[in-house]
């Protein structure tokens, strides 16, 4: 609830993100805690503010160079989770993907193969959503020759796709 205080009494997201930009990577150790031992709120409100300042490539950078941050954030979107709390990892990936070096990073730490599992999970918890921001996922995945040659040599993710 914290989190999410901040972000409604912070009026430009420039602020927020020049707050954790100046701060060093301090305050992204705090949110990595936040998601690795946090309750689901904490996870999703964390996942959101990295979401909100991640507007930049400078910023988005920072924070897929942040070691593990990564790694919590693919724990987030695993079929275990609730909705809501794969929803909000799953749109923090698709602005982080945007940047080719943190696309690269996630297709080596397994995000097609975690993202193909939300996409063919018969699980009826997976929302519309939840489907189209997976499918958001894989595209910009693909837009790597790496993200490229995983997708296509994987037939479970094909399968997943179609």
């Given at each position: 609830?914290v989190?999410?205080?901040?972000?409604?009494?912070?009026?430009?997201?420039?602020?927020?993100?020049?707050?954790?930009?100046?701060?060093?990577?301090?305050?992204?150790?705090?949110?990595?805690?936040?998601?690795?031992?946090?309750?689901?709120?904490?996870?999703?409100?964390?996942?959101?503010?990295?979401?909100?300042?991640?507007?930049?490539?400078?910023?988005?950078?920072?924070?897929?160079?942040?070691?593990?941050?990564?790694?919590?954030?693919?724990?987030?979107?695993?079929?275990?989770?609730?909705?809501?709390?794969?929803?909000?990892?799953?749109?923090?990936?698709?602005?982080?993907?945007?940047?080719?070096?943190?696309?690269?990073?996630?297709?080596?730490?397994g995000?097609?193969?975690?993202?193909?599992?939300?996409?063919?999970?018969?699980?009826?918890?997976?929302?519309?959503?939840?489907?189209?921001?997976?499918?958001?996922?894989?595209?910009?995945?693909?837009?790597?020759?790496?993200?490229?040659?995983?997708?296509?040599?994987?037939?479970?993710?094909?399968?997943a796709?179609v």
């Amino acid at each position: 609830m914290v989190l999410e205080t901040v972000l409604s009494k912070i009026e430009k997201q420039e602020q927020l993100r020049d707050l954790f930009l100046k701060t060093d990577l301090d305050s992204l150790a705090l949110i990595l805690q936040v998601l690795q031992q946090g309750s689901t709120e904490l996870k999703i409100a964390s996942a959101r503010v990295l979401e909100t300042i991640a507007n930049d490539a400078k910023s988005k950078l920072i924070k897929a160079e942040k070691e593990n941050l990564l790694e919590e954030l693919l724990k987030l979107i695993s079929p275990k989770n609730e909705s809501s709390v794969i929803e909000a990892g799953l749109s923090y990936l698709i602005r982080i993907s945007m940047l080719k070096r943190a696309r690269l990073k996630l297709v080596q730490l397994g995000a097609i193969k975690s993202v193909a599992k939300l996409i063919s999970d018969p699980n009826p918890s997976s929302t519309m959503s939840i489907i189209e921001k997976s499918l958001k996922v894989m595209e910009t995945m693909s837009l790597s020759k790496e993200g490229w040659s995983q997708i296509c040599n994987d037939v479970a993710c094909v399968a997943a796709i179609v």
